[in-house]
């Protein structure tokens, strides 16, 4: 199997993200819905005790981010990059 050029990979973002795993998932998918939350493809990176590091799609940044406003819990999103390593330097 041939792989991928780059121009039709997948291009993602890191989220830098204050708040609980579990209201990210909800807000989320309040948010944007299901078929909205399966376009961003979601992705789990590292979690602490007060941050999560978060990959989505690159078009869905904007409504990852309205779903986190309309949240009754406060949920910050701290910093966006296009790499992990740019996210850990902020």
Partial sequence: MKPLKPSMREKKRYLLVEGKINDI???ILEGIGVLGMSKTSLGWIKSDK???IISVNRESVD???ASFA???KEIKVKNVSGTLKGLKKK
Avoid: L, Y
């Fill in 25 to 27: 998932e909800k807000a």
């Fill in 50 to 52: 007060k941050s999560v």
């Fill in 63 to 65: 409504s990852v981010r």
């Fill in 70 to 72: 309309i949240w009754p």
